[in-house]
């Protein structure tokens, strides 16, 4: 394949950071001349804008301008759709103001369920790595610029990998999912092509939710995200349910919000650019770093995740406490993002042994080889026949951002009140909080 390129004039509705970077795909990477590179079927792509111009150039299996073009969803008037969603309220305004580079993808239906699959439970930096991985080792090699790239491997390609060569990856709970997913592909119990021609939506959800791995909100984003490009669905979960509560269904009990509730307020796009926000809020955010932690003592301590719910709710309930006492606010509901959720730290013992032998090489010389070896196990503690770990303590999470709606929040006295107030109680900078009238 030789070189191609394609320049987009006076481009629309077309920032890459707003396309790459919010939790849609995950091949493409930045480059040090803030452009970006990504592998798509047998593509290999590098997109820089420059002023309102978008520069196409790389290695295509047809006329990069139609590769391109369907790809990045280029027929479809974006601006149109803002223009009229930004007259709805202010927090479509404000969403939309928040993503308005995004354009969702055209993307392989195989690769769009592998990868979402591997997402579940997941950061973005590691689901890149791991579908990194799985490229190169079982894809095909493309050499452009002297650089190396992988397609991401077909059905066929993957039909011999065993649960634990997908292990090595670094897949962890994931590995039988995408092994069964594969083998069920593979021996005709789901079909492909059937999903992209049937037109009943709920149809072809019900199949995909057949797929090990697979439950709603994965469903829904491979439904949205890749080639079938159903709009009349959405991902739904936690984080969209309470923003969409507390901006427009105002539920008290947010558990009694259900899905048919939302979808019967606004029409898909609406969502749609909601979703793809909240999306890029959490998945960004939550960016888990390994710990190791040793004392004094000798005795090392096991890290153990728990639920950062109760955390959450405790501050989020303080500060909405503390922000409705203050004059012109209102009412007020706050949302608290973490980066990563609170550690309970569990203390083991360690038996240590040394021993050391005598060695002798083959010119006569001896040498004396000192080897420790090393026993750890977690101390437990028993109550009511049901054994514990003892906790040394616990790790907070950290705070990433902050999300208030209130009443009075149209007053710009009151909204600057309410983002002192949560910057001196949280730490967090002005930039992070975010406020927006409740309705």
């Not at 590179?37 to 590098?46: A, C, P, R, S, Y």
């Not at 894809?139 to 390609?157: A, C, D, H, L, M």
């Not at 309470?242 to 539920?251: G, H």
């Not at 990433?400 to 002192?420: D, H, L, M, R």
Request: glycine share 6%; with cysteine.
């Amino acid at each position: 394949m030789k070189e191609q390129q394609y320049i987009l004039k006076n481009a629309k509705s077309f920032e890459l950071k707003d396309i790459f970077d919010c939790g849609q795909c995950f091949r493409w990477n930045k480059e040090s001349d803030e452009s970006y590179t990504g592998v798509f079927k047998q593509n290999v792509i590098n997109v820089k804008k420059q002023g309102q111009d978008v520069y196409f150039k790389g290695i295509c299996s047809g006329d990069i301008k139609n590769v391109v073009t369907y790809y990045f969803d280029l027929e479809r008037d974006y601006e149109n759709i803002k223009k009229t969603l930004s007259k709805v309220d202010i927090n479509m305004k404000t969403s939309i103001e928040y993503g308005k580079g995004i354009r969702i993808l055209n993307q392989d239906l195989w690769e769009t369920i592998i990868s979402f699959i591997i997402s579940a439970n997941n950061n973005i930096p590691r689901i890149k790595g791991i579908i990194e991985k799985l490229s190169k080792t079982y894809g095909n090699e493309i050499i452009w610029n002297n650089n190396k790239y992988y397609t991401f491997p077909s059905v066929n390609q993957l039909k011999d990998v065993t649960i634990e060569q997908y292990r090595k990856l670094g897949l962890g709970f994931r590995d039988i999912r995408l092994y069964e997913t594969t083998q069920m592909i593979l021996n005709k119990e789901i079909d492909l092509e059937y999903l992209k021609e049937e037109k009943d939506t709920l149809k072809v959800r019900e199949e995909l939710l057949k797929l090990s791995g697979v439950g709603p909100k994965v469903a829904d984003c491979i439904l949205l995200f890749s080639e079938l490009k159903r709009f009349d669905v959405f991902p739904i979960d936690v984080w969209v349910r309470r923003v969409m509560n507390d901006l427009y269904i105002k539920e008290e009990n947010e558990e009694k919000v259900s899905k048919k509730k939302i979808e019967n307020l606004v029409f898909f796009v609406v969502i749609l650019i909601i979703t793809i926000v909240i999306i890029n809020y959490v998945w960004n955010g939550n960016k888990k770093s390994d710990k190791t932690i040793t004392n004094t003592a000798g005795r090392q301590l096991a890290n153990t995740d728990t639920t950062q719910t109760e955390e959450s709710n405790n501050l989020e309930e303080r500060l909405e406490n503390i922000l409705g006492k203050i004059q012109g606010v209102g009412t007020v509901k706050v949302f608290i993002n973490y980066s990563e959720s609170s550690q309970t730290v569990a203390m083991y013992n360690e038996n240590s042994k040394t021993s050391t032998t005598e060695e002798t090489d083959t010119s006569g010389g001896t040498r004396k080889v000192e080897q420790t070896d090393s026993d750890k196990e977690i101390v437990y503690q028993e109550e009511n026949g049901k054994k514990t770990p003892i906790v040394q303590k616990t790790l907070q999470p950290k705070i990433e951002g902050a999300i208030i709606t209130a009443k009075g929040a149209s007053n710009v006295n009151v909204k600057t009140n309410i983002i002192q107030a949560v910057e001196a109680a949280t730490g967090l900078a002005t930039h992070k909080i975010q406020v927006f009238e409740m309705e």
